[in-house]
């Protein structure tokens, strides 16, 4: 415990004038009474320390504070003391600094150590009220507080920030206590973090807006919070504060509880008899437990940095922020080599006819390389750097072809982070319908701006063309599911239980429903039992992924080369096109747009017209024939000037609740020379 003592320019301070403008609603005489008052908030976070400067500035004299702590980035969204200039720093002392700039007069003793079993009472000596500011899941020492606060006659209020308003309950002395409201005795951890929720909150106001329920996981200590709910805590708990403090008004002590939620308008006020023992809480408390499982399962992963030592900081940060770049079915088929403060190889590795999906000798795994490529020069350009690469390609044995690329990351004075960045991790493959409402002039200006000179955007709007669009993905699917060597890929692709998978594709991202997804989990074990499944047709798969979706969006587009080619693109060309795709879906991205590739009837089509025999089934050789007559139709292009393909519109949800993510940085980083042989 430390005390701070009063600085040394307090003699020009006039406690009177600085506090003036709180008289009329209390008077002079109450005024000097808070001077007296000693208030204990524990915790200088997101609620304590605004708790603690709402009472610094009604003019309490006193105040014993606690936190553990140092400010840290995470914290500038909702923490007052948290700043570019706090960083690092103990709360306590940040906060109480504040304090003191608000009245030197203040006493503040700090307790940096936070509180325990041994100096709970120390902490609560001679105060007149306990402000509970703990973190949400600091549930063990927040109990043994609040019941030390009933033992010794000292009034206790807790308020949590929920949603864009707050939950705040206060127990005076002789009433209902901390631990017959909760219940939380006895009870294992995740059942105790539900009943101080849906103690809190009996109305559960916030649900309404909770866009995003995967950032919400409990079993692991992770939730949002908003500044403004905090501010709104702290103004509730300076009026019970003040009115306990001064003896005056109408305390509504547990079992009470209060909830305003700014965003919905709305206020409730209301008696909760035998509190966690009350019917309906119980009900909440085993429903509340069962949510709470569901949202750990459905929970987005945690956003790491890379463990990296200082000298290398940067540029695994930039490579970091890189690695989220979009590949084939998440495959992520590269590898990072660090040569240097400004330098790095990437080596991508393909085999001919390893994979269905590629065709052109690597056309598809070209275009991602370029993707990868714009994606690191939209990171370097954060720190100033801008990005040269130059390309190899190596055809090793077995025929593995090994495409090397030696990228410099050089600084560049007065280059500025592009505005692209933010939207780095934030773009991703979207399958579920989107709104129909039609793309501007200016979004159809910009997304062709970002493709560039070079490559030709087209679009098809009407509901013909979107139909049209549909059959031709669903003619793929058709090909795909009964294709005998693109069973192996779905296989190693489909990630069955997560929904935010490092590794492929989770199977809830891919546009089926669950009744749908557990036949072809089933299929998916056997060749043999998809040929089965096929016997019945692929109309229903067809439909879910390509006719339903494809209907259902603003329109489908085109990229083609803009000049007609003699001959296939070289690797440097697909490189450059694919860095022009990474800005075009990332402008998608920026604009509120999202975007699903529809590269199946380029692969097929592709195929056809070069005679290769991607599969021994001859009857899927014939329909690659049609389909290519079909995507030549459809897109009045010819088939070896496309690009890329997709359909684009509005989402209906701005969250995903499945997704792609990425392997960690660790795991794409190789290091000796001698380990780039090894496959991967």
Not at 54 to 69: C, E, K, N, P, V
Not at 155 to 175: E, K, N, R, V
Request: net charge positive; proline share 5%; charged share 25%.
């Amino acid at each position: 415990m430390t005390i701070l003592t009063m600085p040394a320019r307090s003699f020009d301070f006039d406690y009177d004038e600085a506090f003036s403008r709180n008289i009329g609603w209390v008077t002079e005489w109450e005024q000097q009474i808070l001077r007296i008052k000693r208030v204990a908030i524990a915790g200088m976070g997101g609620v304590g320390g605004l708790h603690l400067l709402t009472l610094a500035r009604l003019g309490i004299g006193a105040f014993h504070i606690s936190d553990m702590d140092v400010f840290e980035t995470v914290n500038f969204n909702r923490q007052v003391g948290a700043s570019v200039g706090t960083l690092g720093q103990p709360k306590v002392d940040v906060m109480a600094g504040m304090v003191r700039d608000i009245n030197p007069t203040a006493e503040i003793r700090r307790f940096p150590n936070g509180i325990n079993d041994d100096n709970i009472d120390d902490f609560l000596n001679g105060v007149d009220l306990f402000i509970d500011g703990f973190d949400f899941f600091v549930l063990d020492v927040r109990a043994k507080v609040f019941a030390r606060c009933a033992e010794l006659g000292i009034p206790a209020i807790t308020a949590g920030p929920i949603g864009m308003g707050t939950a705040y309950l206060i127990f005076m002395p002789g009433g209902m206590t901390f631990e017959e409201y909760f219940g939380l005795e006895g009870q294992p951890a995740e059942q105790q973090y539900v009943n101080f929720l849906v103690g809190l909150t009996p109305r559960a106001m916030h649900r309404s807006y909770l866009v995003d329920p995967s950032r919400v996981d409990l079993a692991n200590h992770r939730g949002p919070s908003t500044g403004m709910a905090c501010e709104i805590c702290a103004g509730v708990t300076g009026v019970e504060a003040l009115k306990i403090l001064l003896d005056r008004g109408n305390v509504k002590a547990a079992p009470w509880f209060h909830q305003f939620d700014a965003y919905t308008g709305r206020f409730v006020s209301r008696r909760l008899p035998g509190g966690s023992r009350h019917i309906g809480q119980r009900l909440k408390q085993k429903l509340g437990l069962r949510m709470m499982r569901s949202f750990a399962r459905n929970a987005s992963p945690a956003r790491s940095e890379p463990s990296v030592s200082e000298p290398r900081a940067e540029i695994w940060r930039i490579l970091d922020l890189a690695r989220w770049a979009p590949s084939g079915d998440n495959s992520q088929p590269w590898r990072f080599r660090i040569d240097g403060d400004d330098a790095v190889t990437i080596l991508i590795k393909h085999k001919a006819g390893a994979n269905v999906y590629e065709y052109n000798n690597g056309q598809p795994i070209l275009l991602s390389a370029g993707l990868l490529l714009e994606t690191l020069r939209i990171a370097a350009s954060r720190y100033g750097r801008s990005v040269d690469w130059t390309h190899q390609r190596v055809e090793a044995a077995n025929g593995v072809t090994e495409e090397w690329v030696a990228v410099r990351l050089p600084r560049k004075p007065g280059l500025y982070a592009d505005p692209l960045e933010s939207f780095v991790r934030l773009r991703s493959v979207d399958r579920t319908a989107y709104r129909s409402t039609p793309l501007s002039d200016m979004q159809k200006a910009e997304l062709a701006n970002a493709l560039g000179p070079d490559l030709k955007l087209s679009w098809f709007e009407s509901l013909q063309q979107r139909w049209s669009f549909s059959r031709l993905n669903g003619l793929a699917t058709d090909i795909r599911l009964r294709c005998r060597e693109a069973f192996d890929v779905h296989r190693r692709t489909i990630d069955w239980d997560n929904r935010f998978s490092t590794v492929g594709l989770p199977a809830t991202a891919i546009g089926l429903d669950k009744l749908t997804r557990k036949l072809m989990r089933w299929a998916l074990q056997d060749w043999s039992r998809m040929e089965k499944v096929n016997l019945m047709g692929t109309g229903a798969a067809s439909l879910q992924m390509d006719i339903l979706p494809g209907l259902s969006c603003a329109g489908h587009f085109t990229v083609a080369w803009r000049s007609p080619r003699a001959q296939a693109p070289t690797p440097e060309e697909l490189l450059r096109a694919g860095e022009r795709l990474q800005r075009f879906w990332l402008t998608a991205t920026r604009l509120g747009l999202a975007v699903q590739p529809g590269l199946a009837p380029i692969i097929f089509a592709s195929h056809a017209i070069g005679g290769v025999r991607f599969t021994e089934q001859a009857k899927l050789l014939t329909k690659a024939e049609k389909l290519a007559v079909e995507v030549g139709r459809v897109t009045g292009a010819e088939v070896d000037q496309l690009v890329f393909m997709g359909r684009i519109g509005r989402p209906k949800s701005m969250h995903s609740t499945s997704r792609s993510h990425r392997r960690p940085l660790e795991e794409l980083i190789v290091g000796d020379a001698l380990l780039w042989c090894k496959d991967f």
